[in-house]
């Protein structure tokens, strides 16, 4: 029996075989199409994507809800009654999951939340470190593992490249008037996490294959960068050859390993078909 749970939502990008390893619990978060609302995970992002073309409609997101969490607080303590209940966060600024977990954790003792100040790869990515910290650390306590956690939240560079603006619009991300000009040059906006927000922070121009280099080139020209490990994610759609070239200039990067990641519904519902998405870590000063 561990002596920590971590509780998570999808809208964090745990895999499955991230889930059963660091035996992190999944929160559904929620997406809303065609006066639907279903939780995120029950319909694969291409069969979301055919619907929002076939609707001719842009998913909406949602947070996990005060109820979503009582659920799996209690069934967690039910099951593992000594562990205490670590809930790391997307980020607080970006969904109203937090609050909510802060309202179902209302008379359990139990349950501690953290603000990954993440969301997606960035977020998972926390989560695993936080994993591997506590099997280092047995004896950490609470206060222990939160330090980690922010120390650790700052220097994680994540975000996107869209290849298709309409969801980044759809999601109050862009406006009308700059989508028309992206639009017409060609332009794809860098989406990185900057302190917990999304926020645009370079345009690139040229070809979708053109923009995830530039994205790369941007990370880093941050560093100097931890190279044991890149993160790589993508939406439905990303072509076989832009991950070949992505991963050909990874190995040009120095990094020794990276993995690829297909974004979940609500991720992808932001992002779009064919988003490319890295995150990277920045060494400690």
């Known amino acids: 029996m561990s002596k920590y749970v971590i509780v998570t939502e999808t809208g964090g990008d745990v895999t499955a075989k991230m889930a059963e390893r660091y035996g992190v619990r999944v929160v559904p978060m929620h997406i809303s199409l065609g006066g639907e609302t279903f939780d995120d995970g029950t319909v694969a992002p291409a069969e979301l994507f055919a619907r929002a073309t076939e609707l001719q409609e842009n998913p909406k997101t949602s947070g996990s809800t005060p109820h979503d969490f009582e659920v799996m607080f209690d069934r967690i303590h039910a099951e593992e009654p000594d562990a205490t209940i670590l809930y790391l966060s997307y980020s607080s600024v970006l969904t109203c999951s937090y609050q909510s977990a802060h309202i179902a954790a209302a008379g359990r003792d139990y349950v501690d939340a953290i ?71 060609k332009i794809k906006p860098a989406i ?94």
């Not at 609470?142 to 922010?150: G, M, P, W």
């Not at 645009?200 to 044991?228: I, N, T, Y």
């Not at 190995?251 to 998405?277: L, N, R, T």
Request: aromatic residues 8%; glycine residues 10%.
């Open 192 to 285: 990185q996490v900057v302190e917990g927000e999304l926020a645009a922070v370079k345009k690139f121009r040229g070809s979708m294959v053109k923009c995830c280099m530039s994205l790369l080139d941007h990370f880093a020209s941050q560093g100097p960068l931890e190279l044991e490990r890149i993160g790589l994610a993508y939406s439905a759609g990303l072509s076989h050859e832009i991950m070949e070239a992505v991963e050909e200039r990874v190995h040009q990067m120095g990094f020794k390993s990276f993995d690829w990641i297909e974004a979940g519904g609500v991720i992808s519902s932001h992002a779009g078909p064919a988003a490319f998405g890295a995150v990277v870590v920045q060494q400690e000063a």
């Open 115 to 185: 603000d990954t100040c993440n969301c997606s790869i960035g977020q998972s990515l926390v989560i695993v470190r936080t994993a591997h910290y506590i099997v280092k650390h047995p004896d950490c306590t609470v206060e222990d593992i939160r330090a980690f956690v922010e120390g650790l939240r700052g220097r994680v560079l994540a975000g996107f490249v869209p290849s298709d603006l309409a969801y980044l619009r759809a999601g109050g991300r862009l406006s009308n008037a700059k989508f028309l000009g992206a639009h017409l040059l």
